[in-house]
């Protein structure tokens, strides 16, 4: 099975190039992230017309996840148990409103594989409440993903998708420039690591090494040409499937071209 995270940062301005994606990779099962749409303005038919089942929450113009399968759909779950919101000043007081639970985590199992598919918050900047309930929101998902393993250490899980964090230097191209900033802060890492210290595993690391692998290259001051990258969209896997796979790969050539999402596809291949 052929199993892929994508953020594609808008699937309605990118849809061609997904469904096209697709179509040449011969994905069985992709994550998406950050579609950037409501239910009903997700583009579903283009994907049921190639065989893919389709599972989507989107609240709004922000944020988004998806499943699209082509051998199977079962069990669709919005969000996990717990999954914390996010609460912001009101616009005209300094009152804090009631936390809204984001469309950022959607499981489904495809293929007798659990895939969650997850657009963790970014957390902006290192004093801004949006860190905290980053740093609360990796918290609770890796307690979770804990009960699971737990429940069924045999189980075949697979965490996908645009993590916001660089955990390690080498994940981005220049670490000096990061010190104070979010996705290297070491309570980010620490979270992110969590999730291996429960039994989760980097599975595309040992097929993509670094430095200088990226995921990610920003739109600004031409950071794709110039090789100015992060790595921060991940696949961890049990240990029952990291056992699986077989080879994967970054498709950095996605980057490219014109309409191209800001990060490129991470796709894994399982035995």
């Known amino acids: 099975m052929r199993l892929a995270t994508w953020n594609v940062n808008s699937v309605r301005a990118r849809t061609d190039r997904v469904v096209d994606w697709l179509v040449r990779t011969d994905t069985d099962v992709l994550a998406i992230q950050e579609t950037k749409c409501r239910d009903d303005q997700f583009p579903t038919e283009r994907f049921t017309e190639l065989g893919y089942e389709v599972a989507h929450v989107g609240l709004s113009q922000w944020n988004g996840v998806a499943i699209v399968?082509?051998?199977?759909?079962?069990?669709?779950?919005?969000g996990f148990e717990g999954q914390p919101g996010f609460a912001k000043p009101a616009a005209d007081?300094?009152?804090i409103v009631t936390?809204?639970?984001?469309?950022?985590?959607?499981?489904?199992?495809c293929g007798g594989v659990r895939v969650w598919s997850l657009y963790v918050p970014n957390g902006r900047e290192l004093s801004d409440p949006h860190y905290e309930y980053k740093l609360d929101w990796l918290a609770t998902l890796r307690d979770d993903a804990a009960k699971w393993l737990a429940q069924d250490p045999s189980a075949q899980i697979a965490l996908v998708g645009d993590w916001n964090v660089a955990p390690t230097d080498e994940d981005v191209?220049?670490?000096a420039l990061f010190e104070g900033k979010t996705h290297t802060s070491q309570p980010e890492r620490d979270a992110f690591d969590a999730f291996q210290d429960a039994g989760f595993v980097d599975v595309a690391r040992p097929f993509t090494p670094?430095?200088?692998?990226?995921?990610?290259w920003d739109y600004t001051q031409l950071r794709f040409p110039k090789r100015q990258?992060?790595?921060i969209d991940f696949v961890l896997g049990s240990p029952s499937l990291a056992e699986r796979v077989s080879g994967a790969s970054i498709d950095r050539e996605e980057r490219k071209g014109k309409g191209a999402s800001d990060h490129a596809p991470v796709v894994v291949e399982l035995a």
């Open 93 to 95: 007081s300094l009152d």
């Open 69 to 78: 399968s082509r051998v199977g759909l079962e069990d669709v779950q919005v």
């Open 99 to 109: 936390p809204v639970v984001e469309a950022r985590a959607i499981g489904a199992t």
């Open 173 to 175: 191209w220049d670490p």
């Open 210 to 216: 670094g430095p200088g692998v990226y995921t990610y």
């Open 229 to 231: 990258g992060m790595r």
